[in-house]
T-cell receptor
Framework: ETGVTQSPTHLIKTRGQQVTLRCSSQ?????VSWYQQALGQGPQFIFQ???????GRGNFPPRFSGLQFPNYSSELNVNALELDDSALYLC??????????????FGPGTRLTVL | AQRVTQPEKLLSVFKGAPVELKCNYS??????LFWYVQYSRQRLQLLLR??SRESIKGFTADLNKGETSFHLKKPFAQEEDSAMYYC??????????FGGGTRLMVKP
């Protein structure tokens, strides 16, 4: 059983650019959640994907978008990057069954720096 | 909207001393609460989940619905417990809300 993996590890972009971050779920999991963790703060929920559809969204603008693929891997896309988007982006996978919840398991994160 | 508060950003104790990391929450439904830990240069990992009522690495946490708290406790701190600790609440939609975290430093 493999854990959650994310790529790339680090990324440097400039304001206005677009970025795509990738996440592979833990084996057997069907749900992927993305979080943004600014320096010195706890992770903040961006959105969640279940069965390839967005299943919930936090307080983030539409320029944050995502995808989930049939193999349950996922992408986070951010358009028109701003300096405040500099953060650690965490992906977490879980097995969500109707009427139940499951622990979310986190990847190592992608450190995004916007200059 | 739900909220999780960890009032202490830093907690420093000596090895062998008791530890209590505070967590308070606000949520209109029935909460499901977690403690996650992040050791230096490692990923965020689950420490314990209130529903399982397990004790992991000597840590325990009791959900107090009256005080809306889920404090993490350990009777005797070890140096290897030094890490960032995050309290988190899961809502009915399977989404986690995290507190700001507490850095625990255990001094020799």
């Amino acid at each position: 059983e493999t854990g959650v993996t994310q790529s790339p590890t680090h990324l440097i972009k400039t304001r206005g650019q677009q970025v795509t971050l990738r996440c592979s779920s833990q084996s057997g999991h069907n749900t992927v959640s993305w979080y943004q963790q600014a320096l010195g703060q706890g992770p903040q929920f961006i959105f969640q994907y279940y069965r390839e559809e967005e299943n919930g969204r936090g307080n983030f603008p539409p320029r944050f978008s995502g995808l989930q693929f049939p193999n349950y891997s996922s992408e986070l896309n951010v358009n028109a990057l701003e300096l405040d988007d500099s953060a650690l982006y965490l992906c977490a996978s879980s097995l969500w069954l109707a009427g139940d919840t499951d622990t979310q398991y986190f990847g190592p994160g992608t450190r995004l720096t916007v200059l | 909207a739900q909220r999780v508060t960890q009032p202490e950003k830093l907690l420093s104790v000596f090895k062998g001393a008791p530890v209590e990391l505070k967590c308070n929450y606000s949520y209109s439904g029935s909460p499901e609460l977690f403690w996650y830990v992040q050791y230096s240069r490692q990923r965020l990992q689950l420490l314990l989940r209130h529903i399982s009522r397990e004790s992991i690495k000597g840590f325990t946490a009791d959900l107090n619905k009256g005080e809306t708290s889920f404090h993490l406790k350990k009777p005797f701190a070890q140096e290897e417990d030094s890490a960032m600790y995050y309290c988190a609440l899961m809502d009915a939609g399977n989404m986690l809300t995290f507190g700001g975290g507490t850095r625990l430093m255990v001094k020799p």
